[in-house]
């Protein structure tokens, strides 16, 4: 199991406290001093991450364990995946993180910060739907740029006595940032693909200082509005089946004429580089197999599917290459051992799935929203069960029964939504673990033996009423 005993009351109280009422105007009490803070911005992929380090002092007169970060309110929607730990304590793992409300992220240090102490921060988050192409319109054989908005003052609920930002392009074509006039010309620095803001002096708190860049990214930017993640687990079959469907945008450039096959076959042979989405490549777990893909008209057979000991690998290709403002949604599944996720303790099971499998791109991929459903066996009880990903990014998370055919009891499902997450999550697992007594497993026979019978013995019934009747 990957995730440590030490991160479970963290995890389960993120799923307790989902959703909490949105609190009117919270303002963190000023606690805290950032002595130091280093922001580090990556707009290498189709969405931003953000690393910020940032040494803490406790400057109030007693002992202090919630730090709390302030987000642009503009911003706090699209952003995801928060991850603290303590940046000279690895061991301690990560801090739990909690929305308070559409501004504020808190963070519980796992011991209170005594008054004067410091402790340093690493401080990861996402942000989706980051940038906007521009120009909005280009050529289909065209470069595309794309505009990221942001702060060279890093978000901070605190006063910060010295700060910089650095920011990270996929490469060196930046052709317009925003440049500061007069004395303050040094604090703006660009080499090669990395451009920095700062050193900066005493900031106070929520100071934000908005500039822009304009960087090159010929790449498309998959943006996963809805997944849906199906998992079947059947102790009969001795299988696990995958089912997901994409609902899937290019958030890049629009075309500014109509998309030409005959000029895209010839451009695509000596310059491969484009902002259309033209495959998508899945990494699965090895050993899969019956993999499928279909879309609106239906099954597509311009897949590839390699399944070994080693690895297995689902590519897939739009029938159409996707271009900015065009939607791909399609559905793509398998089958796998259940040895592979499952695990037998006596009556106890114990299943490991990844909470997000999807396709594994140089570029990137974001997820608005991923609902995770694990349909467990029929019988199934005492169902536990603890996602691997950041609290603050679960949304829902819920335990429903589900009925299909020649079912009794009906089905227990563990369904977990979650939002604004990105690729860097694939393979953070889900644990289920659940009782499965010896009669559960019979109950399905027992169940269409009984079917089977009752049908003979209507039979047998009506048989007898019809010689009944034919006798009189
Ligand atoms: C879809 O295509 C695969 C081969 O690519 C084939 O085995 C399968 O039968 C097809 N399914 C349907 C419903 O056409
Ligand atoms: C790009 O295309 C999408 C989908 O057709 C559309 O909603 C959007 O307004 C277009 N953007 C521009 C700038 O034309
Ligand atoms: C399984 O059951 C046996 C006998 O009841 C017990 O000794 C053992 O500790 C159990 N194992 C687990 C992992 O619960």
Redesign the pocket.
């Given at each position: 199991m990957r995730f440590t005993p030490a991160l479970l009351p963290a995890l389960l109280l993120g799923l307790s406290s989902a959703v909490s009422p949105a609190v009117a105007a919270f303002a963190p009490p000023a606690a805290f001093k950032n002595v130091n803070l280093v922001h580090i911005v990556s707009a290498e992929k189709n969405y931003v991450k953000e690393t910020i380090n940032v040494l803490v002092e406790n400057i109030a007169s007693s002992p202090q364990q919630e730090y709390y970060l302030a987000i642009p309110s503009d911003k706090f929607a699209h952003i995801g995946g928060f991850e603290v730990k303590d940046r000279k304590d690895a061991k301690a793992g990560s801090f739990a993180t909690e929305a308070v409300d559409d501004t504020h992220i808190r963070i519980t240090l796992p011991t209170p910060l005594a008054p004067g102490a410091q402790q340093t921060l690493g401080i990861t988050y996402y942000f989706l739907s980051a940038y906007r192409p521009l120009p909005?319109?280009i050529a289909q054989d065209h470069k595309q740029y794309l505009v990221y908005d942001f702060s060279a003052y890093a978000p901070s609920a605190y006063e910060t006595t010295k700060q910089k930002t650095e920011v990270k392009f996929p490469n060196s074509d930046v052709p317009d940032y925003t440049k500061f006039e007069g004395g303050e010309k040094s604090l703006v620095q660009k080499q090669g693909s990395k451009l920095t803001y700062g050193p900066f002096d005493t900031q106070p708190a929520g100071a934000l200082r908005p500039v822009s860049a304009r960087f090159e990214f010929t790449k498309p930017v998959s943006h996963v509005e809805r997944l849906e993640r199906d998992i079947e687990v059947s102790h009969w079959g001795g299988n696990v089946a995958f089912e997901e469907r994409y609902q899937l945008i290019n958030r890049g450039a629009?075309l500014s004429s109509l998309f030409n096959r005959v000029k895209w076959a010839q451009s695509a042979f000596y310059n491969p580089q484009t902002f259309a989405l033209k495959e998508l490549k899945f990494p699965l777990r090895p050993g899969s197999a019956d993999a499928y893909y279909t879309d609106v008209i239906g099954n597509v057979s311009t897949s590839r599917f390699r399944s070994g000991k080693r690895e297995a690998l689902l590519e897939i290709k739009p029938r159409y290459p996707v271009f900015?403002?065009?939607t791909f949604p399609f559905t793509i599944g398998w089958n796998a051992d259940a040895t592979t996720f499952l695990r037998r303790l006596n009556n106890s099971y114990v299943l490991n799935v990844p909470f997000l499998e999807g396709p594994k791109q140089p570029e990137g991929v974001e997820y608005e929203t991923v609902r995770l459903q694990i349909l467990l066996p029929e019988g199934a009880e005492n169902v536990k069960y603890w996602a691997n990903i950041p609290s603050s990014s679960i949304a829902t998370s819920t335990l429903t029964t589900h009925k299909t055919f020649l079912d009794t009891k009906g089905r227990t499902a563990v369904i977990i939504v979650a939002r604004n997450l990105v690729d860097e999550f694939r393979d953070r697992e889900v644990t289920v673990t659940y009782d499965y007594p010896l009669l559960a497993s019979l109950r399905k026979p027992i169940v269409v033996f009984a079917s089977v019978l009752s049908l003979f013995v209507a039979a047998y019934l009506i048989g007898n009423v019809e010689l009944k009747f034919s006798k009189k």
């Amino acid at each position: 199991m990957r995730f440590t005993p030490a991160l479970l009351p963290a995890l389960l109280l993120g799923l307790s406290s989902a959703v909490s009422p949105a609190v009117a105007a919270f303002a963190p009490p000023a606690a805290f001093k950032n002595v130091n803070l280093v922001h580090i911005v990556s707009a290498e992929k189709n969405y931003v991450k953000e690393t910020i380090n940032v040494l803490v002092e406790n400057i109030a007169s007693s002992p202090q364990q919630e730090y709390y970060l302030a987000i642009p309110s503009d911003k706090f929607a699209h952003i995801g995946g928060f991850e603290v730990k303590d940046r000279k304590d690895a061991k301690a793992g990560s801090f739990a993180t909690e929305a308070v409300d559409d501004t504020h992220i808190r963070i519980t240090l796992p011991t209170p910060l005594a008054p004067g102490a410091q402790q340093t921060l690493g401080i990861t988050y996402y942000f989706l739907s980051a940038y906007r192409p521009l120009p909005a319109l280009i050529a289909q054989d065209h470069k595309q740029y794309l505009v990221y908005d942001f702060s060279a003052y890093a978000p901070s609920a605190y006063e910060t006595t010295k700060q910089k930002t650095e920011v990270k392009f996929p490469n060196s074509d930046v052709p317009d940032y925003t440049k500061f006039e007069g004395g303050e010309k040094s604090l703006v620095q660009k080499q090669g693909s990395k451009l920095t803001y700062g050193p900066f002096d005493t900031q106070p708190a929520g100071a934000l200082r908005p500039v822009s860049a304009r960087f090159e990214f010929t790449k498309p930017v998959s943006h996963v509005e809805r997944l849906e993640r199906d998992i079947e687990v059947s102790h009969w079959g001795g299988n696990v089946a995958f089912e997901e469907r994409y609902q899937l945008i290019n958030r890049g450039a629009n075309l500014s004429s109509l998309f030409n096959r005959v000029k895209w076959a010839q451009s695509a042979f000596y310059n491969p580089q484009t902002f259309a989405l033209k495959e998508l490549k899945f990494p699965l777990r090895p050993g899969s197999a019956d993999a499928y893909y279909t879309d609106v008209i239906g099954n597509v057979s311009t897949s590839r599917f390699r399944s070994g000991k080693r690895e297995a690998l689902l590519e897939i290709k739009p029938r159409y290459p996707v271009f900015g403002g065009w939607t791909f949604p399609f559905t793509i599944g398998w089958n796998a051992d259940a040895t592979t996720f499952l695990r037998r303790l006596n009556n106890s099971y114990v299943l490991n799935v990844p909470f997000l499998e999807g396709p594994k791109q140089p570029e990137g991929v974001e997820y608005e929203t991923v609902r995770l459903q694990i349909l467990l066996p029929e019988g199934a009880e005492n169902v536990k069960y603890w996602a691997n990903i950041p609290s603050s990014s679960i949304a829902t998370s819920t335990l429903t029964t589900h009925k299909t055919f020649l079912d009794t009891k009906g089905r227990t499902a563990v369904i977990i939504v979650a939002r604004n997450l990105v690729d860097e999550f694939r393979d953070r697992e889900v644990t289920v673990t659940y009782d499965y007594p010896l009669l559960a497993s019979l109950r399905k026979p027992i169940v269409v033996f009984a079917s089977v019978l009752s049908l003979f013995v209507a039979a047998y019934l009506i048989g007898n009423v019809e010689l009944k009747f034919s006798k009189k």
